[in-house]
């Protein structure tokens, strides 16, 4: 497993490859977390959030990412490569729900939810309507 700080040279080094239009109204930038985040939705011990955008009057808009979320989640054996290509992913998630969210559009909180969805069916946590 990757340490806090490698996480953060990681993320450091995938930011810095981003255009910057992405960071546009992004005031409260990146911050990587030690915390494990469980999902709100989590049926079990099964469904953690990695990274979250965030939009608040008092720290304004900003990207978290979870590095215990990460350590529970991949293990604490998970390779240095595929550490760095799952921090990379999250962090562009989370940065296309800021484009959007600038946009007025929300394409990827349906496309979240549609997959919370699949989830919560697979666990029987959601009635299917029946016609």
Same mark, same amino acid.
């Given at each position: 497993?990757?340490?806090?700080?490698?996480?953060?040279?990681?993320l450091e080094t995938v930011a #810095?490859?981003?255009?910057?239009?992405?960071?546009?109204?992004?005031?409260?930038?990146?911050?990587?977390?030690?915390?494990?985040?469980?999902?709100?939705?989590?049926?079990?011990?099964?469904?953690?959030?990695?990274? #979250?955008?965030?939009?608040?009057y008092g720290m304004g808009r900003?990207?978290?990412?979870?590095?215990?979320?990460?350590?529970?989640?991949?293990?604490?054996?998970?390779?240095?490569?595929?550490?760095?290509?799952?921090?990379?992913?999250?962090?562009?998630?989370?940065?296309?729900?800021?484009?959007?969210?600038?946009?007025?559009?929300?394409?990827?909180?349906?496309?979240?939810?549609?997959?919370?969805?699949?989830y919560k069916d697979r666990a029987?946590?959601?009635?299917?309507?029946?016609?």
């Amino acid at each position: 497993m990757i340490t806090i700080d490698e996480a953060q040279e990681i993320l450091e080094t995938v930011a #810095e490859g981003l255009p910057k239009e992405f960071y546009k109204e992004l005031n409260g930038g990146i911050v990587l977390l030690p915390d494990v985040r469980k999902s709100k939705e989590s049926w079990g011990d099964d469904l953690y959030t990695l990274g #979250e955008y965030n939009v608040s009057y008092g720290m304004g808009r900003y990207i978290a990412i979870y590095y215990g979320s990460f350590e529970y989640v991949f293990g604490k054996n998970a390779t240095k490569e595929l550490m760095a290509e799952e921090l990379r992913k999250t962090l562009i998630h989370e940065f296309r729900h800021h484009m959007e969210s600038l946009a007025g559009e929300n394409d990827l909180e349906k496309e979240d939810e549609r997959r919370l969805n699949v989830y919560k069916d697979r666990a029987g946590l959601r009635r299917v309507k029946r016609s």
